[in-house]
């Protein structure tokens, strides 16, 4: 029987920390939550204004302004290190944590509306994103969350929403050569990835209608809005037999009104409530969990906070114990706690050593960072994760990442438990011990099975 | 953009190889298909292809590009009185005189109008069309291509590099593997995670074929690589393409030159032709029987910017090269550069369908009949007439 303290800590945390004391029952495990809704120093208006700077000076550079290509570089150079800084802060969020569990809750939910990077801004955008639309509501109601999300502006560039405009908005009228019209891919994975899922009760006219009514959200860096009714279409559109904008011009709060009537269908509840199940317990998830997630969240109105308690108090936990391999992301926040380097450290990783550290390691165990592939996000099955080349990459990192980071390497037989607790097994415990090296022992145990699943 | 979901992330689970090595039960591979060897390097960023292969017969060129793609008078290389070869693909020259490299200087993907590297690259390596149902594409082509060839073993096609080549995504078996992953492992360590592995589905297999990987590896392959990722790139292919491997893929960036392209460009191509050179160097004979193509996800504009360079586009240039190819000579027609004949009066006009191309090469080296390709593996692609690409 693993503690309570060690099964949530490995299960639904970044693992075992020598230097933090486990939250000992779900109250404490929960409690944690509140510290990872605090947003960080980057926001989206810091954003704006560095992209405003780099659009001054490429205006500058197709005027024929050759002097201004050095500021373009160092432009670049200062938003990239931006960019770095917010993810190390990331990083080290989950490596000071009690367990982490705020933190997975926040890499969950930040999945399941996946935004990918591009340009460097949107790569800034994708940090605040994380922050802005995500952290506030992990605790809090899954519409509220839903609608940071869909409008935030990392959302509405990387889906395309700000290239859609209603045919018959003003704008389009005022302008037909233009050939403005719809663009459905935010409506459509509203419904189909953020909300009911794709198996649900809906078809393309739902899309269409509701891509009508998003029509008129759109990033601008240089206004402080995101909606713009000059591009909206008249209304009234029906999404899933409910009306809205029925009194003509688009208005910001008919898509409220659909996302909280979204976020209120039976379909969304189960749909995220196997998901939440299959991210935090097993790639086939215990039925019996998946429902007292979904009647969580009904009951509740869509009360994420809810949702948490059960998966806290979950005995399925120790049931299906090491049932799914950890992610890249969290596989190295782990390692980072269990050697015991501080969130202080991250934090100023040096350029060279992020990359050692923490980027190109991430990429080639195949999760480079937020270029999941698709806005469906990264993959949960354990077979995505344990490629040839990934684990070669998991086994670099444990032989070769803890000499970078410490000045002496623990006694590998004192760090196989402080690592794994109570719960390696037989075969590293035998193995351990056999190491020619500190390297080596240290290695083996952050590369094992055991170490690699939660 | 492009539905990007629906390239389904492929994690090649494989069974065990026949390195031989003291902790592995050696097992036989399937006998690879062939001799015929593929290759498909994606030039990320869009290369500037009228830069690239210089159209100095054209009239119009000089009025478009005051400092950019000067000719033959300017440091280029003539290939055939039309058309100059940029100094940074001089290295590739001897190809040419040997009959061994060839450019198609305006073709493109059926993408157009937004110019977005991403949606242009994926549609690039989903190789779909506009009007095809791309929500159920799920696959990049060089895998589709894989779906349909007798005898595949999960050796037959590498994904080299640490960049994801969604090219080669999909359901049937490949692998990938960065050059730079070393996995090197004292015996003691190496029999250690064997017994800490054992019994784990996933990650013994796993880690039997990343051990093989590395050890099979020449230990001095990537030494005069210098810790250039283009020829550790090419140098692992090669030695890939020498054994069992028959499709290899990876990715060149460095393409985008909006600004100060005279320079920006030069070390891109410099790259490209090194690492075409290193392929043909390591490969020895098996070059005779390989084929590779360059391609970007679009052109660029064809009038010069106000920062000496160029601007997203449409028409662009692929390279072609190998001992297998007939080449020597531009494929396809030249569009012109005059002001009607520009593409939304801006860029160059694509004459050919690039996947007409890769199609071709296909059928006549892998032996995939033109419904398959035009079907499943194109889907919605008309092949047109023979370019007669091949030797």
Same mark, same amino acid.
């Given at each position: 029987?693993?503690?309570?303290?060690?099964?949530?800590?490995?299960?639904?945390?970044?693992?075992?920390?020598?230097?933090?004391?486990?939250?000992?029952?779900?109250?404490?495990?929960?409690?944690?939550?509140?510290?990872?809704?605090?947003?960080?120093?980057?926001?989206?208006?810091?954003?704006?204004?560095?992209?405003?700077?780099?659009?001054?000076?490429?205006?500058?550079?197709?005027?024929?302004?050759?002097?201004?290509?050095?500021?373009?570089?160092?432009?670049?150079?200062?938003?990239?290190?931006?960019?770095?800084?917010?993810?190390?802060?990331?990083?080290?969020?989950?490596?000071?944590?009690?367990?982490?569990?705020?933190?997975?809750?926040?890499?969950?939910?930040?999945?399941?509306?996946?935004?990918?990077?591009?340009?460097?801004?949107?790569?800034?955008?994708?940090?605040?994103?994380?922050?802005?639309?995500?952290?506030?509501?992990?605790?809090?109601?899954?519409?509220?969350?839903?609608?940071?999300?869909?409008?935030?502006?990392?959302?509405?560039?990387?889906?395309?929403?700000?290239?859609?405009?209603?045919?018959?908005?003003?704008?389009?009228?005022?302008?037909?050569?233009?050939?403005?019209?719809?663009?459905?891919?935010?409506?459509?994975?509203?419904?189909?990835?953020?909300?009911?899922?794709?198996?649900?009760?809906?078809?393309?006219?739902?899309?269409?209608?509701?891509?009508?009514?998003?029509?008129?959200?759109?990033?601008?860096?240089?206004?402080?809005?995101?909606?713009?009714?000059?591009?909206?279409?008249?209304?009234?559109?029906?999404?899933?037999?409910?009306?809205?904008?029925?009194?003509?011009?688009?208005?910001?709060?008919?898509?409220?009104?659909?996302?909280?009537?979204?976020?209120?269908?039976?379909?969304?509840?189960?749909?995220?409530?196997?998901?939440?199940?299959?991210?935090?317990?097993?790639?086939?998830?215990?039925?019996?969990?998946?429902?007292?997630?979904?009647?969580?969240?009904?009951?509740?109105?869509?009360?994420?906070?809810?949702?948490?308690?059960?998966?806290?108090?979950?005995?399925?936990?120790?049931?299906?114990?090491?049932?799914?391999?950890?992610?890249?992301?969290?596989?190295?926040?782990?390692?980072?706690?269990?050697?015991?380097?501080?969130?202080?450290?991250?934090?100023?990783?040096?350029?060279?050593?992020?990359?050692?550290?923490?980027?190109?390691?991430?990429?080639?165990?195949?999760?480079?960072?937020?270029?999941?592939?698709?806005?469906?996000?990264?993959?949960?099955?354990?077979?995505?994760?344990?490629?040839?080349?990934?684990?070669?990459?998991?086994?670099?990192?444990?032989?070769?990442?803890?000499?970078?980071?410490?000045?002496?390497?623990?006694?590998?037989?004192?760090?196989?438990?402080?690592?794994?607790?109570?719960?390696?097994?037989?075969?590293?415990?035998?193995?351990?011990?056999?190491?020619?090296?500190?390297?080596?022992?240290?290695?083996?145990?952050?590369?094992?099975?055991?170490?690699?699943?939660? | 953009?492009?539905?990007?979901?629906?390239?389904?992330?492929?994690?090649?689970?494989?069974?065990?190889?026949?390195?031989?090595?003291?902790?592995?039960?050696?097992?036989?591979?399937?006998?690879?298909?062939?001799?015929?060897?593929?290759?498909?390097?994606?030039?990320?960023?869009?290369?500037?292809?009228?830069?690239?292969?210089?159209?100095?017969?054209?009239?119009?060129?000089?009025?478009?590009?005051?400092?950019?793609?000067?000719?033959?008078?300017?440091?280029?290389?003539?290939?055939?009185?039309?058309?100059?070869?940029?100094?940074?693909?001089?290295?590739?020259?001897?190809?040419?005189?040997?009959?061994?490299?060839?450019?198609?200087?305006?073709?493109?993907?059926?993408?157009?109008?937004?110019?977005?590297?991403?949606?242009?690259?994926?549609?690039?390596?989903?190789?779909?069309?506009?009007?095809?149902?791309?929500?159920?594409?799920?696959?990049?082509?060089?895998?589709?291509?894989?779906?349909?060839?007798?005898?595949?073993?999960?050796?037959?096609?590498?994904?080299?590099?640490?960049?994801?080549?969604?090219?080669?995504?999909?359901?049937?078996?490949?692998?990938?593997?960065?050059?730079?992953?070393?996995?090197?492992?004292?015996?003691?360590?190496?029999?250690?995670?064997?017994?800490?592995?054992?019994?784990?589905?996933?990650?013994?297999?796993?880690?039997?074929?990343?051990?093989?990987?590395?050890?099979?590896?020449?230990?001095?392959?990537?030494?005069?690589?210098?810790?250039?990722?283009?020829?550790?790139?090419?140098?692992?292919?090669?030695?890939?393409?020498?054994?069992?491997?028959?499709?290899?893929?990876?990715?060149?960036?460095?393409?985008?030159?909006?600004?100060?392209?005279?320079?920006?460009?030069?070390?891109?191509?410099?790259?490209?032709?090194?690492?075409?050179?290193?392929?043909?160097?390591?490969?020895?004979?098996?070059?005779?029987?390989?084929?590779?193509?360059?391609?970007?996800?679009?052109?660029?504009?064809?009038?010069?910017?106000?920062?000496?360079?160029?601007?997203?586009?449409? %028409?662009?240039?692929?390279?072609?090269?190998? +001992? !297998? #190819?007939?080449? @020597?000579?531009?494929? /396809?027609?030249? *569009?012109? &550069?005059?002001?009607?004949?520009?593409?939304?009066?801006?860029?160059?006009?694509?004459?050919?369908?690039?996947?007409?191309?890769?199609?071709?090469?296909?059928?006549?080296?892998? %032996?995939?009949?033109?419904?398959?390709?035009? +079907? !499943? #593996?194109?889907? @919605?692609?008309?092949? /047109?007439?023979? *370019?007669? &690409?091949?030797?």
């Amino acid at each position: 029987m693993i503690p309570y303290d060690q099964l949530a800590a490995i299960r639904l945390g970044f693992g075992l920390s020598p230097r933090r004391r486990l939250p000992q029952d779900p109250s404490e495990l929960l409690s944690e939550i509140a510290q990872s809704t605090r947003p960080g120093d980057l926001t989206t208006d810091r954003v704006s204004a560095i992209l405003r700077e780099g659009q001054d000076i490429r205006q500058k550079l197709r005027a024929g302004d050759a002097d201004a290509r050095e500021p373009l570089q160092q432009h670049r150079r200062d938003a990239t290190r931006t960019r770095l800084r917010a993810m190390r802060e990331r990083f080290a969020r989950g490596v000071d944590a009690r367990a982490g569990f705020g933190e997975r809750l926040a890499w969950f939910w930040a999945d399941h509306f996946t935004v990918e990077g591009a340009d460097v801004y949107q790569n800034l955008l994708c940090e605040t994103f994380v922050d802005e639309a995500i952290r506030p509501h992990l605790n809090g109601r899954f519409a509220d969350m839903m609608f940071a999300a869909e409008t935030h502006p990392a959302m509405l560039r990387y889906l395309d929403q700000s290239r859609s405009v209603g045919p018959g908005s003003a704008l389009a009228q005022r302008r037909p050569k233009k050939g403005f019209g719809l663009n459905e891919n935010l409506a459509r994975e509203m419904i189909e990835l953020h909300s009911l899922g794709v198996g649900a009760d809906y078809d393309q006219r739902d899309i269409e209608q509701l891509a009508e009514l998003l029509a008129g959200l759109l990033y601008a860096p240089r206004r402080d809005r995101v909606f713009f009714p000059a591009r909206s279409e008249p209304g009234p559109e029906t999404v899933l037999g409910v009306e809205y904008g029925a009194d003509g011009q688009g208005r910001l709060q008919d898509i409220r009104a659909v996302i909280r009537d979204l976020s209120a269908h039976p379909a969304t509840g189960a749909h995220l409530a196997r998901k939440m199940a299959v991210h935090f317990v097993a790639d086939d998830p215990p039925e019996a969990l998946v429902a007292r997630l979904q009647a969580a969240f009904v009951d509740g109105g869509g009360d994420l906070g809810a949702m948490n308690r059960v998966l806290a108090e979950a005995p399925e936990l120790a049931d299906h114990m090491r049932a799914k391999m950890r992610q890249p992301f969290d596989y190295i926040v782990a390692g980072l706690r269990g050697i015991g380097v501080t969130g202080k450290r991250v934090r100023n990783l040096n350029g060279r050593m992020t990359r050692l550290v923490l980027t190109e390691p991430m990429a080639l165990m195949g999760q480079p960072w937020v270029m999941a592939g698709g806005p469906d996000g990264w993959p949960e099955e354990g077979a995505a994760w344990g490629s040839p080349q990934g684990l070669a990459a998991r086994i670099n990192w444990s032989m070769q990442v803890p000499q970078l980071l410490l000045k002496e390497l623990p006694d590998p037989r004192a760090f196989l438990p402080v690592a794994l607790g109570d719960t390696a097994s037989d075969a590293l415990r035998w193995a351990v011990p056999k190491a020619e090296s500190r390297v080596e022992g240290v290695g083996i145990v952050l590369a094992s099975g055991d170490f690699n699943r939660r | 953009m492009l539905n990007r979901r629906l390239f389904l992330r492929h994690a090649a689970l494989i069974g065990c190889s026949a390195a031989a090595h003291p902790l592995m039960t050696p097992m036989a591979f399937a006998s690879a298909p062939g001799e015929n060897r593929l290759v498909v390097i994606i030039l990320r960023g869009a290369m500037d292809g009228i830069d690239a292969f210089q159209p100095y017969g054209d009239g119009n060129l000089r009025g478009l590009r005051r400092t950019l793609s000067r000719g033959p008078d300017h440091g280029a290389l003539d290939l055939d009185g039309f058309f100059a070869l940029h100094p940074g693909l001089s290295a590739l020259m001897p190809l040419w005189n040997a009959g061994q490299l060839a450019f198609a200087p305006a073709v493109s993907t059926p993408y157009r109008d937004k110019r977005s590297h991403f949606d242009g690259q994926d549609m690039l390596e989903a190789g779909t069309g506009t009007d095809a149902a791309l929500r159920d594409q799920r696959d990049g082509w060089l895998n589709r291509m894989l779906q349909v060839m007798p005898d595949m073993t999960s050796e037959t096609a590498y994904a080299v590099g640490a960049e994801k080549m969604r090219i080669l995504d999909g359901p049937a078996d490949s692998l990938s593997w960065a050059p730079r992953s070393t996995l090197t492992l004292s015996p003691q360590a190496e029999r250690l995670l064997e017994h800490v592995y054992h019994d784990d589905p996933l990650l013994h297999p796993a880690s039997v074929q990343a051990i093989a990987i590395a050890e099979g590896l020449s230990p001095d392959l990537l030494d005069d690589a210098n810790g250039a990722e283009h020829l550790e790139l090419a140098r692992f292919t090669a030695d890939r393409l020498n054994r069992d491997t028959r499709i290899a893929t990876f990715s060149i960036s460095g393409w985008d030159t909006h600004a100060g392209q005279a320079n920006t460009l030069d070390r891109s191509l410099k790259r490209l032709a090194a690492a075409i050179v290193a392929l043909k160097d390591d490969l020895g004979r098996n070059w005779d029987t390989t084929t590779v193509m360059a391609m970007t996800e679009f052109g660029r504009t064809a009038r010069e910017n106000g920062s000496g360079g160029t601007d997203h586009g449409t %028409g662009g240039a692929m390279l072609v090269a190998g +001992g !297998a #190819i007939r080449g @020597g000579r531009a494929l /396809g027609a030249w *569009p012109g &550069l005059g002001e009607g004949d520009l593409y939304d009066g801006r860029d160059l006009m694509p004459v050919r369908d690039i996947r007409a191309y890769a199609a071709w090469a296909m059928h006549q080296k892998f %032996g995939i009949d033109r419904s398959r390709l035009e +079907g !499943a #593996i194109f889907p @919605g692609l008309d092949m /047109g007439p023979d *370019p007669r &690409l091949l030797a």
